[in-house]
């Protein structure tokens, strides 16, 4: 190996035919993540995404990120409890087909996991707490296919058959 690590001739062809549209996918998942967060937060969801203003970094990101670009792809939203959260992506997934249950990020289509029992399961659950990662939490790396209208109609029809539109007055979601 005199010439250090080389790359597979088609994968460098794959990366070179996608790059050119990267831009438009970012700013896709983007505007997604933020339109949904929005949505979801004015049901009385408890939502956290950087794009909304009540986010305590929301200012300071602002400052940073690259006009036009958002504020990322990725939200989550804390429905109590880790069952409520399993049937809700449970529902995605496999009767609306708005996404799939997986712990990556960045596919096309919205990725969904629960980080408490998945990504950071390794935590106790003091420093679950500490970092704000309750039994509830759902992340969601938001994808950009099917249209806007589409999925929010999907996530619309989860949070309806399974009772989660939290109380506009208490803040606690309706199912238990």
């Known amino acids: 190996m005199l010439l250090g690590p080389t790359m597979n001739p088609k994968v460098a062809f794959e990366i070179s ?13 983007c505007n997604r993540a933020l339109s949904y967060a929005t949505y979801l ?3 009385g969801l408890k939502v956290i995404y950087p794009g ?46 708005f996404g799939l249950m997986a ?15 998945s990504t950071s399961s390794e935590l106790s659950r003091e ?16 994808g950009y296919s099917g249209t806007l209208e589409q999925r929010w109609s999907q996530l619309r029809e989860a949070l ?3 009772n989660l ?3 506009q007055v208490t803040g606690n979601c309706n199912s238990s």
């Open 52 to 97: 909304l203003e009540d986010h305590p970094h929301h200012n300071l990101l602002k400052r940073m990120a690259n006009p036009g670009y958002g504020y990322g792809g990725m939200l989550t939203l804390d429905l109590g409890t880790k069952e409520r959260a399993y049937k809700f992506i449970h529902y995605l997934q496999n009767n609306v087909q």
């Open 17 to 29: 035919e996608r790059l050119p549209h990267l831009p438009l996918r970012i700013k896709e998942h």
């Open 165 to 167: 539109i939290a109380d």
């Open 160 to 162: 309806d058959r399974l």
């Open 41 to 43: 937060s004015k049901l």
């Open 103 to 117: 712990v990556s990020l960045g596919y096309y289509d919205t990725l969904m996991s629960c980080p408490g029992s």
């Open 127 to 142: 420093e679950q707490e500490k970092t704000g990662i309750s039994p509830g939490l759902v992340r969601m790396s938001v």
